[in-house]
């Protein structure tokens, strides 16, 4: 009888163990599936989410800056989704945004250039002011004797009276056309009769003296 | 003979080339600067006329500016002079128009130009020359010692312009310039 009940013990400690064993093992798959179902709905969320942001790249709808898109499709890319679609979206955004950084960089290269040779030009138009100043004073003068003076004055500009002086009355492509030449003295007497300067000194071309032996004007 | 052959070739090319490129209109940018440059030297000639008119300007000043003022025309060109005292038009040479104006027989003249408009766009010539026709008016006023109107009138004026692209060398360079030259200034009508 005793060694009946030893080997029903033995018999019940091996249903234990079985059970325990085979119990523990159901519940250890079952937890491998659902972290597999959450790993997978996680990367298709990803992914999802991958393709929205690739798209509003593309159409231009999101509000992020060049450097926050180059950073999002790095993202993208470094998590090397296995999908056509996506693949081909990053393709087309690197393209896209590569694009839009080069002209964007060369946008800012003219403005930078345009606004270099505005500050250029606002340069050579105040060493003009004098010039542009005292031959308004000519043209503003009360009377003739006054604007006599002016010119006198303004004739010390010039190399001689006789300097040519070219008046551009319109620039196209880069190309000047040009009023009938004059010279200095006939073109300060002009300001003293019509008695208006609507001019600007364009450009000067000056001796070693530093005086002017060409003078050329833009009608204003 | 085969080189004779080519270069009439080639000249008859030119030839048949040039007149196309002649006939080359303006584009609208340029054509309104030359339009502008052309009122503006009706304009200056209107100055040049106030001026060489009043009576306070220094006989020196006013022979300059007659000078200035003659370079505006063409030359042989003639300026009509119409009065309400008499029903025929005088036309006069500029230089001696601008003399007899200087000399007028008033004591206070005043002259004033407005309405300066083309009646007639330019037209390109067949020699590449633009042609049209600016309307002014011009109201005189001539005063007596006493400082009192004794004549007024307003005449109607058209002015024939005369534009041509031309060429100059200019510190060892070719200067291309619109040259604008004044034509004869005809009454049109006159009244008080």
Redesign the interface.
């Known amino acids: 009888m005793r060694k009946y009940l030893i080997k029903l013990a033995r018999i019940m400690v091996f249903i234990l163990l079985a059970g325990i064993t085979f119990g523990g093992l159901s519940s250890c798959q079952s937890n491998k599936k659902l972290a597999k179902k959450q790993a997978e709905a996680a990367y298709n969320i990803k992914v999802q989410q991958a393709k929205k942001d690739l798209i509003a790249m593309l159409n231009g709808t999101t509000d992020w800056t060049m450097d926050e898109q180059f950073k999002r499709l790095d993202t993208i890319k470094s998590y090397n989704i296995d999908d056509q679609q996506v693949k081909d979206l990053i393709v087309k955004v690197e393209d896209k945004l590569t694009t839009e950084k080069a002209e964007a960089e060369r946008k800012a290269e003219e403005e930078r250039l345009r606004k270099e040779e505005a500050a250029k030009k606002q340069a050579e138009l105040a060493k003009f002011n004098v010039i542009n100043e005292r031959f308004a004073g000519i043209a503003h003068a009360g009377s ?1 004797d006054e604007a006599d003076k002016e010119i006198s004055l303004a004739l010390n500009f010039f190399a001689t009276p006789d300097v ?1 002086v ?1 008046i551009i ?2 620039q ?1 492509d880069g190309v000047n ?5 004059t010279t200095a003295f ?1 073109f300060l ?2 300001l003293k ?3 208006s300067y609507n001019f600007a000194v364009e450009s000067v ?1 000056r001796n070693t003296e530093g005086k002017i ?2 003078l050329e004007l833009i009608k204003k | 003979m085969k080189n004779i052959t080519y270069s009439i070739l080639f000249l008859l090319g030119i030839l048949m080339v040039l007149p196309a490129a002649a006939q080359e209109p303006l584009n609208p940018q340029r054509k309104q600067a030359v339009d502008s440059l052309a009122l503006e030297k009706v304009r200056d000639l209107s100055k040049y006329i106030t001026i060489i008119g009043s009576k306070d300007t220094p006989w020196s000043e006013a022979n300059r500016v007659i000078d200035r003022a003659e370079e505006l025309f063409m030359q042989g060109s003639e300026i009509g002079v119409s009065s309400l005292l008499r029903p025929q038009i005088a036309y006069y040479g500029v230089r001696k128009y601008f003399e007899r104006l200087m000399r007028l027989n008033y004591s206070k003249v005043e002259i004033q130009w407005y309405k300066i408009d083309y009646v007639s766009d330019l037209q390109r010539q067949p020699d590449g020359t633009y042609v049209g026709v600016i309307t002014v008016f011009q109201k005189f006023k001539g005063y007596n010692k006493e400082g009192r109107l004794v004549y007024q009138d307003t005449t109607k004026k058209d002015i024939t312009v005369y534009v041509k692209r031309k060429e100059t060398q200019i510190g060892g360079r070719l200067v291309g310039f619109w040259d604008v030259l004044l034509g004869d200034m005809r009454v049109k009508e006159t009244q008080k």
Request: charge should be negative; hydrophobic fraction near 20%.
């Open positions: 003739y040519p070219l009355i319109d196209v056309d040009y009023d009938r030449p006939r007497n002009y009769d019509i008695k071309k032996t060409e």
